[in-house]
Every structure is written in C-alpha cells, then in structure tokens.
C-alpha cells in the first residue's frame, strides 16, 4: 500500500474521501483494488504512441481508486484525447467516485454512470473501447446474494463466484475495439483458466499476467486482448 501511495501515476488513498464515502456502502480499496492498478501501470510503460487507450471503462468503480489511476496515467502520457468512463450499481459508490474524480482533478476527464456494469453502453460504445478495468465480485456465495443490492454488489458473487462475472463477459467480443485490452480480478475458485478458454473462444488472446497472495486469498489478474481485425470479416461480408 505505501508503495502504491508514493507512485504519483496511481490515485492517492488520501484523496479517496469525501461526504459519500462510508466503508459500510463502498467496497474499501483492498489489495485486488492496488494489484489490478498496479498491473494496468506496469502495462502502461509498454503502451505505444499509436496504441495509448483512447476510451477505458471500468466496471465496478467502488471508491473511484482505479478508474482515477488510469486517467492519472494517461494525464501523465499527455493523451488529452483519452475519454474514461466508471460505471457502478450502487448510487452510493458512485457518488463516491464522482468526489474521488473531482479530488484528483479529473473532473471532465471521467464520466460516472450509475447502471448495471456496462448496460448503457453496449451499442454507443461497440467496438471501440480500448481498455476495461473489472475487480468483479468474485467471493463464492449462494445466488440470490448477487442481487442483494448495496455493498454487497461489490463481493457477492454467486456459484463459483462467476455469476456477475460470466454475465459480463458475455459482453466484451462486441465492445472492446481490435487490440483492446480487459483487465480482470480472479481468484482459484473462479476458475480462472476456464474463464481465458471462454474468452479465447470469444475472440481474445487470454494469459494469467500477475498473482498475489492476499489474506487467505490467491488473486490473479487475468489480461485479454481482442484479436486485430477480429470480427472485420463479419462486417465485410
């Protein structure tokens, strides 16, 4: 945690604050939250000018931590082009990443919708979204706890922890732009490489790009990048 305070391209903990935040409505930044925003980091120092993202998502914004650490790196990259938008189900958690945005000066750089994970979004947006950040809720729990509503929409999982996650997947093939990249949290009980085999059937290159050892938890961050020129056959004919 201290390593990631220090790094002026990450969103700062100390800015993660305000009138909405309450740990008892918004998931907390825990280890998942700095590991997936350490890895999009790492990430990033490879990103060429022609491939810098111009469109990021992220689903589940919680407190706004990630979703600020992207637009912060791309601040940094000077990619005045670039365009994030969060979404979140809770209202709670997402008035809570619009102060988290407005706290590190990116207010007009992030866009905080509150919907169910990327709804609004799947024909304004198909095919040209560049990155997707997602820490899912994974926790394995019995199903009808996915739709309890509140914070638990940010672990509750259901079977195998992949209701949510399944449901979202789903998805992406006609969202994420050719080389678009998707940044996902797993842990062991996901299943994570049935979840890549899923994904390379959809269209993507699936690898297992980072583990830690969190608490009693394993954590993976799963990385998929839509094959280039994925879907222009379809287009064409």
């Known amino acids: 945690m201290g390593a990631t305070e220090r790094n002026p391209n990450l969103a700062s903990l100390k800015l993660v604050s305000g009138k909405a935040f309450s740990k008892d409505a918004v998931y907390e930044p825990a280890e998942d939250t700095f590991l997936l925003a350490d890895v999009i980091l790492a990430e990033s120092e490879s990103w060429e000018a022609s491939r810098i993202p111009r469109v990021c998502v992220e689903i589940g914004s919680g407190s706004g931590y990630v979703v600020c650490s992207v637009a912060a790196m791309l601040r940094n990259e000077k990619n005045a082009g670039c365009h994030c938008v969060a979404t979140d189900i809770n209202p709670i958690a997402c008035e809570a ?35 997707v950040a997602f ?24 079977y195998k922890g992949r209701v949510v996650i399944d449901r979202v997947l789903d998805t992406l093939e006609g969202l994420v732009a050719p080389c678009g990249r998707v940044y996902m949290i797993a842990i062991h009980e996901n299943e994570p490489e049935n979840i890549m085999e899923r994904m390379r059937g959809k269209g993507f290159v699936a690898d297992m790009i980072a583990t830690r050892v ?4 394993v954590l993976h961050v799963l990385r998929f990048t839509k094959r280039e020129g994925e879907g222009e056959e379809e287009e064409g004919t």
Do not use: K, M, Q, S
Not at 146 to 153: K, L
Not at 214 to 217: F, I, R, V
């Open 214 to 217: 969190a608490d009693e938890e």
């Open 135 to 158: 820490n899912p809720p994974y926790v394995v729990t019995p199903d009808e706890e996915v739709d309890r509503g509140g914070i638990a929409a940010a672990w509750a999982g259901g």
């Open 97 to 131: 990443t619009r102060e988290t945005v407005v706290n590190h000066g990116l207010d007009g750089t992030v866009d905080v919708v509150n919907c169910d994970a990327l709804a609004p979004f799947l024909v304004r947006l198909a095919g040209g979204v560049d990155l």
